[in-house]
């Protein structure tokens, strides 16, 4: 690890480690060995790969571990699921002290204490993937979110139920109730709406004309008003040679202004209309299985932007390297994403409104604590830090967050 970038050789060196680690954990498992045709280069006792004599179950010259590789399949695929995922023991003695006390990991981690634990980077790739599965999987993205509650059969057998209500009879009935004139006038009004009440939301104030032109547009007159206010025809020359119509300030559609793409080249324009005609035909659909794509990306890319955050904070203390505040990264955002996990479970139970707030709560207690635990900074410091951090990297996440609609719709 000599010379080039002193960061670069400590994640190889951590990485080596792990990989290290992962070995020895394979090797003290318990394995049927079976008699192999293959005979090895070396008497037994000596590695077989450079001949050095043993004194473990990995050789201290090479690295290589002194097992053997013939036996059983599932065997090899327990080994797999062990490097992936640590299930010789390290996950579970990485996770609770990961999520339940904050610091504690990553400072003994970032002390020397590391192959009883799982690898940042590896920690990290688990919580992610696992939680980027799950909410992909629950993904309930409707075509036409919009559509009216009731179908057009539906919504005339209502009104025509309605219309036989005796209000009289019913407005004594809720008088001798006890029911105000205030409420009694509200509920009448409902019942004179009809199935409007269960339509799309329009203006209250609009006539029955308006609304009725507002529901006729379509998608066709949506499309058709963005494709001319990107491609506008030439000054004096109405397309199609017709005379040019004049919009319906009703439909609210014939007014859509775009500014800023003037200087756009032609070709390019073109190319937002067509995105524009497939975004509406499948209702924003192929949008978000775009921003799904990018979502890990973004998230991953998001990483040391927050250790960079954090040695800013840190820039006047000496001892500290970037890449401890990237493990400082790695360790908390793997902890927001198993809680996002925790959080959709328990949202199912108790509510999404509680979860969220629990978890709202615990996070930035988390963070509290890692300025505690980790740096050593006092209780007003930490605190002053945490605020920075979250309004810092608020902002930093809404930019990334229009970055990643702009890359959905650029996608299409």
């Known amino acids: 690890m000599s010379g080039g970038d002193s960061i670069s050789d400590a994640i190889i060196a951590d990485s080596a480690g792990g990989e290290l680690g992962d070995s020895i954990h394979a090797s003290r498992r318990k394995k049927r060995h079976r008699p192999s045709a293959f005979?090895?280069?070396?008497?037994?006792?000596?590695?077989?790969?450079?001949?050095?004599?043993?004194?473990?179950?990995?050789?201290?010259?090479?690295?290589?571990?002194?097992?053997?590789?013939?036996?059983?399949?599932?065997?090899?695929?327990?080994?797999?699921?062990?490097?992936?995922?640590?299930?010789?023991?390290?996950?579970?003695?990485?996770?609770?002290?990961?999520?339940?006390?904050?610091?504690?990991?990553?400072?003994?981690?970032?002390?020397?204490?590391?192959?009883?634990?799982?690898m940042p980077f590896r920690l990290y790739l688990t919580a992610s993937v696992l939680f980027f599965l799950i909410v992909f999987a629950f993904n309930t993205f409707d075509r036409n979110p919009d559509a009216s509650l009731l179908s057009r059969d539906a919504r005339e057998a209502m009104d025509a139920a309605v219309a036989e209500i005796p209000l009289d009879e019913l407005n004594d009935q809720l008088a001798r109730q006890g029911i105000s004139e205030a409420q009694r006038a509200a509920i009448a009004e409902q019942i004179a709406r009809g199935s409007d009440a269960l339509g799309q939301p329009g203006d209250v104030e609009e006539t029955p004309e308006e609304r009725a032109a507002r529901e006729a547009v379509g998608p066709d007159e949506l499309k058709r008003a963005i494709r001319e206010a990107l491609l506008p025809p030439p000054a004096g020359e109405p397309a199609d040679g017709a005379a040019e119509p004049e919009s319906d300030p009703s439909s609210g559609v014939g007014d859509v202004q775009i500014s800023g793409l003037q200087e756009l080249p032609t070709e390019t324009r073109e190319r937002l209309a067509d995105q524009a005609d497939r975004i509406i035909d499948d209702g924003g659909a192929s949008v978000v299985a775009s921003m799904q794509v990018w979502a890990p990306r973004l998230m991953f890319g998001l990483l040391p932007i927050y250790a960079l955050l954090l040695a800013i904070t840190h820039f006047y203390k000496r001892g500290y390297f970037f890449y401890d505040h990237l493990v400082v990264s790695l360790h908390f955002h793997a902890v927001l994403f198993f809680g996002f996990i925790l959080v959709l479970a328990l949202g199912a139970v108790i509510g999404p409104a509680p979860a969220g707030a629990g978890f709202v709560l615990w996070s930035n207690y988390y963070l509290y604590r890692l300025h505690r635990v980790v740096y050593r900074h006092g209780r007003f410091s930490s605190f002053l830090r945490t605020i920075f951090m979250n309004f810092a990297y608020g902002i930093i996440l809404s930019i990334g967050m229009l970055i990643l609609l702009i890359i959905g719709i650029l996608s299409v």
């Open 39 to 118: 005979e090895p280069a070396y008497p037994a006792g000596l590695c077989s790969n450079c001949g050095t004599t043993l004194v473990g179950p990995v050789c201290h010259s090479c690295g290589q571990t002194a097992e053997t590789f013939h036996r059983p399949i599932w065997e090899l695929l327990l080994d797999v699921l062990d490097g992936l995922l640590g299930l010789e023991g390290r996950l579970w003695r990485t996770l609770p002290p990961l999520m339940f006390q904050p610091g504690k990991l990553t400072r003994r981690y970032l002390s020397g204490a590391r192959a009883r634990y799982v």
